[in-house]
């Protein structure tokens, strides 16, 4: 089992940051594939981003490229995603997901945090 809990969420203005951590426990984090998807109201959930267990590799859905990085620091069991220039469209809750397959959903998921973007 792994347990995740984020956290960072919060109200910005339209082109403002936010970092979202997310932080790991249970099991080697560094087996893990660390995911963020997101979900609006009345949407479905949505992927956001992923990185590989060593950080090398990531990849992001093509609304949030060039705007959201994640990162990972294994020594502290910590996956972020720091977001700029955010749009209305972004607010959502944001969740982290651990799995073993890049880019694919894993079976681990936090309880989410709001990101709320004001125009």
């Known amino acids: 089992q792994v347990q995740l809990v984020e956290s960072g969420g919060g109200l910005v203005q339209a082109g403002g940051s936010l970092r979202l951590s997310c932080a790991a426990s249970?099991?080697?984090?560094?087996?893990?594939?660390m995911n963020w998807f997101r979900q609006a109201p009345g949407k479905e959930r949505e992927f956001v981003a992923t990185?590989?267990?060593?950080?090398?590799?990531?990849s992001y859905a093509g609304s949030v490229k060039g705007r959201f990085t994640i990162s990972r620091d294994n020594a502290k069991n910590t996956v972020y995603l720091q977001m700029n220039s955010l749009k209305p469209e972004d607010t959502a809750v944001y969740y982290c997901?651990?799995?073993?397959?890049?880019?694919?959903?894993?079976?681990?998921w936090g309880q989410g945090t709001q990101v709320t973007v004001s125009s």
């Open positions: 249970g099991r080697t984090f560094s087996n893990y594939v």
């Open positions: 990185i590989n267990w060593s950080g090398g590799s990531t």
């Open positions: 997901n651990a799995g073993r397959v890049f880019g694919s959903m894993g079976d681990y």
